[in-house]
C-alpha cells in the first residue's frame, strides 16, 4: 500500500473516502472539520446538533457527498476528549478508520493531520503516528485464507503547508518501516507451528540478514553442546525438529565493540512437555516465539534506519514436547554459565533456554541486555492483556525502556524484584529449580533469569498478556499483536542519538 503526503484541501481532495475528526463536546466543527462542513452545506454541524456525530473516541461518523465534494464520502472520526489526546491515540484512530472504511469498499482515502493544531501534536509525529496506524489497523493474515475485503491501495496525507512536505515524508517512511517491522513479527507469530519451525526461524533470519545486510549465525546441537548449553538442549530433547541459536547482528558503529543485546523465546510451540498443559487454547501455543519474532524484527528496522550503534539479537528456538526423550519433572540441567538447575516443571521451559541464551549474550560482551519472552501466565493474571511487565536490575536502563515504549504506545508496568522471593528458587539438589510456589510466579521466573546475567545492566519483558490478541482495537488486531518490536527500535534510536549521533 502507497502512503503519500500531499499538500492541498482535504475538502478538494478526490478520494473514495476524506477523513477529518472531532474532539468530543464540541459543538460546532474548526479548522479542516469545518471546511468539509461548509462544503457540505453544514451536514457534519447538524449531525453533531442532533448528537449523531458526538465526538467520543474511536467513534466513526460516516457522511455521503452526493457530488458536494469530489470525495464520495466524509468520515469524521472522534477523538475523545482534548486533554486525554496523545500520539498513540492518533494510531488507533488511524487504524480504527481505515479497517471501517476498508469494509466500505474505499480503496483510496485521504486524511487531515489528527493532532495538529488545536490537539497540540506536532505535524510530524502526527505523520509517523498515522503511518504506524493505518499499516498496523489493516494487517491481515491471510496466507492460508482468502482476504475478506479488498485492499486500502493508497492513503494520502494532507497537509497544508508546503514546506513541511520533506520532515512529514520522512516522519512516513520511519512509522512504516516501524509498522513493517510489527508485521514481520506478526506474520511469524501467526504462522501455524508445521510450518514455523525452529529451522525454519533460523531460515527467516539468514533471509532478514541477506535482505538488510546483517550478519547471521545459527548454531546447531552439536555446537550448543560444545558449549554447553545444558538447559536449552534439555528443553529440546522431547522434539524431534532441530533446535537453533540464531543470533543477527547490526553494525552501525563500527568504531565501538559494545553492542546492545536483544534476547527473544523463540519457542515455536510449548505443549508444556511432560508436564503437559490442558488442551484447551493450546493452539494459541504457537505464539510461545512472540519474544524471538520481536527481536528479529526489530533488527530488520534497525538496519534500514541506520542509527550509529551495534546491536546483536540472540534467539534460542525450539519446541517443547513430551517424548520419550523429553525433559522430566526432577532431572536436573546445567546451563552455559555452569549453574545447575533442577527441573520441577517441563511447562517453565522458556527460562531454561533464555538461561543458555543470557548466558552466552554475557560471555559476547553484550551490554545492555533486554529480553523478551511469554513467561508467564502469572503475569497475564497480574496485568492483564494491555500491559507487559518489565523487571530489571539496572533502574536507569529500566527508566529508558519504560519512555521508549511509551512513546510507541506499548504499555508496559515495572514490576518489583524483591530479594526475598528468590527463596523460591532455591533447590535442594542443584543451584537453583525453575519454578516457585504458586504466588508471584512473574517475578520468581525474573529472578530466575537474573541468575544468568551476571552484572550486565538487564531488563527483562513478559509479554505473555500482550503477544496475542481476541479481539481488535484500534491498531491491534486479533492475533499476534508483535508487541516489542517498536519498543526495541525505539530503544535503539534513542540510545544511538545518546552516544551522539544516529
Same mark, same amino acid.
Given at each position: 500500500m502507497e502512503i503519500k503526503v500531499v499538500v492541498g484541501d482535504i475538502a478538494k481532495i478526490e478520494a473514495d473516502a476524506v477523513v477529518v475528526n472531532l474532539f468530543e463536546d464540541v459543538k460546532q466543527p474548526g479548522g479542516a472539520t469545518a471546511a468539509v462542513d461548509k462544503a457540505l452545506d453544514g451536514s457534519i454541524s447538524s449531525l453533531v446538533s442532533r448528537g449523531q456525530i458526538k465526538g467520543k473516541f474511536e467513534e466513526i461518523g460516516m457522511v455521503h457527498t452526493f457530488g458536494k465534494l469530489p470525495a464520495s464520502m466524509v468520515a469524521v472520526v472522534g477523538l475523545g476528549k482534548r486533554q486525554d489526546f496523545n500520539v498513540d491515540k492518533?494510531?488507533?484512530?488511524?487504524?480504527?478508520?481505515c479497517r471501517s472504511l476498508r469494509k466500505l469498499n474505499c480503496h483510496k482515502v485521504a486524511t487531515i493531520l489528527h493532532g495538529a493544531g488545536k490537539g497540540a501534536i506536532e505535524s510530524e509525529a502526527s505523520a509517523q503516528a498515522t503511518t504506524e496506524g493505518v499499516l498496523l489497523g489493516l494487517y491481515d493474515f491471510t496466507k492460508y485464507k482468502k482476504p475478506e475485503y479488498e485492499d486500502v491501495e493508497e492513503v494520502?496525507?494532507?497537509s497544508r503547508e508546503r514546506e513541511d512536505v520533506a520532515i512529514l515524508e520522512s516522519a512516513v517512511k520511519k512509522g512504516r518501516l516501524m509498522a513493517e517491522a510489527t508485521n514481520l513479527a506478526r506474520d511469524m507469530v501467526n504462522e501455524p507451528s508445521n510450518y514455523m519451525t525452529p529451522g525454519r526461524m533460523a531460515e527467516m533470519a539468514e533471509e532478514i540478514a541477506g535482505k538488510y545486510d546483517l550478519e547471521f549465525k545459527a548454531f546447531d546441537r552439536a555446537n550448543m553442546e560444545a558449549m554447553g548449553m545444558g538447559a536449552l538442549l534439555g528443553v529440546a530433547g522431547g522434539s524431534s525438529q532441530a533446535p537453533q541459536l540464531i543470533t543477527l547482528s547490526y553494525r552501525g558503529d563500527k568504531d565501538r565493540e559494545n553492542a546492545l543485546g536483544f534476547l527473544g523465546k523463540g519457542v515455536t510451540f510449548d505443549s508444556g512437555g511432560i508436564s503437559i498443559k490442558p488442551s484447551e487454547g493450546m493452539g494459541? @501455543?504457537?505464539d510461545d516465539m512472540a519474544g524471538a519474532a520481536a527481536a528479529m524484527g526489530a533488527l530488520a528496522a534497525i538496519a534500514q534506519l541506520k542509527p550509529k550503534i551495534n546491536v546483536t539479537?540472540?534467539?534460542p528456538a525450539t519446541e517443547n514436547l513430551p517424548s520419550g526423550t523429553a525433559l522430566k519433572p526432577g532431572d536436573v540441567l546445567r546451563a552455559m554459565n555452569g549453574k545447575t538447575i533442577e527441573v520441577i516443571s517441563t511447562d517453565a521451559e522458556g527460562r531454561l533456554i533464555l538461561a543458555d541464551a543470557l548466558s552466552y549474550a554475557v560471555k559476547q560482551g553484550l551490554s545492555p541486555l533486554i529480553?523478551?519472552?511469554t513467561l508467564t501466565g502469572a503475569c497475564r493474571v497480574a496485568l492483564g492483556t494491555l500491559y507487559s511487565g518489565l523487571f530489571g536490575n539496572d533502574q536507569d536502563l529500566t527508566s529508558k525502556v519504560l519512555e521508549a515504549a511509551e512513546r510507541t504506545g506499548e504499555r508496559?508496568?515495572? @514490576?518489583?524484584?524483591?530479594?526475598e522471593y528468590k527463596e523460591q528458587n532455591k533447590?535442594?539438589?542443584a543451584d537453583i529449580k525453575n519454578t516457585g510456589n504458586r504466588y508471584g510466579g512473574a517475578i520468581t521466573a525474573a529472578l530466575f533469569l537474573a541468575e544468568f546475567v551476571a552484572n550486565v545492566p538487564w531488563v527483562h519483558i513478559d509479554i505473555a498478556g500482550t503477544a496475542f490478541s481476541a479481539k481488535e482495537s484500534g491498531y491491534i488486531i486479533k492475533g499476534a499483536t508483535g508487541v516489542g518490536v517498536r519498543t526495541l527500535i525505539e530503544l535503539a534510536l534513542s540510545e544511538a542519538k545518546s552516544q551522539g549521533a544516529v
Open positions: 492518533i494510531r488507533r484512530v488511524a487504524g480504527g478508520f494520502l496525507i494532507v494459541e @501455543m504457537k539479537a540472540i534467539i529480553d523478551l519472552a508496559m508496568w515495572q @514490576m518489583p524484584m524483591p530479594d533447590s535442594e539438589i
